[in-house]
T-cell receptor, first 109, second 114 residues
Framework: DAKTTQPPSMDCAEGRAANLPCNHS???????VYWYRQIHSQGPQYIIH???NNETNEMASLIITEDRKSSTLILPHATLRDTAVYYC??????????FGKGTMLLVSP | AAGVIQSPRHLIKEKRETATLKCYPI?????VYWYQQGPGQDPQFLIS???????DKGSIPDRFSAQQFSDYHSELNMSSLELGDSALYFC?????????????FGSGTRLTVV
């Protein structure tokens, strides 16, 4: 399974864009990049996923590099409610998501 | 929209007792996954079921068992509970191949073993 590397923590000012990086240099051709977040003690929440192309939905944008070895999750206008642990996951095997160490994003006023 | 329903939300058990956690997936979802999240830890995959058959197995202790029923709900049975079993237990469901469509998680069951 491909492994991911994320910074343990990041800060962002409210209203600014939050750009969360993820390295996944061993990703294979048929593995997707998923992003989930977990607000304290709640169930993980799906944000976005992609294979090769950049993706955008109502929550965020996902930018995947051309070589697919890294990606960036962009929250365009962070709010206090976006404070959470963000998980980048590419280790999909037989439809199982394996959570690694995510990034604790703290959005401050 | 309907979500993944887990019951109970909170459960307190004594050591060596048994516990049963229930998960009701989103309607038409055919796959259920169980995760355990200890204090300060990341969610760890336990077991999954697709169309009522076990589809994958993670770090689930032998004291735990699970099954998926004909209505697609799932139950996680935990016996001989230990203090270290205290954790949040999340259930997730998906339709079809999760790597394409993703998972939806429930709000979890907080199990406390005393």
């Amino acid at each position: 399974d491909a492994k991911t590397t994320q910074p343990p923590s990041m800060d962002c000012a409210e209203g600014r864009a939050a750009n969360l990086p993820c390295n996944h240099s061993t990703i294979s051709g048929n593995e997707y990049v998923y992003w989930y977040r977990q607000i304290h003690s709640q169930g993980p929440q799906y944000i976005i996923h992609g294979l090769k192309n950049n993706e955008t939905n109502e929550m965020a944008s996902l930018i995947i590099t051309e070589d697919r070895k890294s990606s960036t999750l962009i929250l365009p206008h962070a709010t206090l409610r976006d404070t959470a642990v963000y998980y980048c996951i590419v280790s999909v095997r037989y439809s199982t998501l394996t959570f690694g160490k995510g990034t604790m994003l703290l959005v401050s006023p | 929209a309907a979500g993944v329903i887990q019951s109970p939300r909170h459960l307190i058990k004594e050591k060596r007792e048994t516990a049963t956690l229930k998960c009701y997936p989103i309607p038409r979802h055919d796959t259920v996954y169980w995760y355990q999240q200890g204090p300060g830890q990341d969610p760890q995959f336990l077991i999954s079921f697709y169309e009522k058959m076990q589809s994958d197995k993670g770090s689930i202790p032998d004291r735990f068992s699970a099954q998926q029923f004909s209505d697609y709900h799932s139950e996680l049975n935990m016996s001989s509970l230990e203090l270290g079993d205290s954790a949040l237990y999340f259930c997730a469901s998906s339709f079809g191949r999760a790597e394409v469509y993703g998972y939806t998680f429930g709000s979890g069951t907080r199990l406390t073993v005393v």
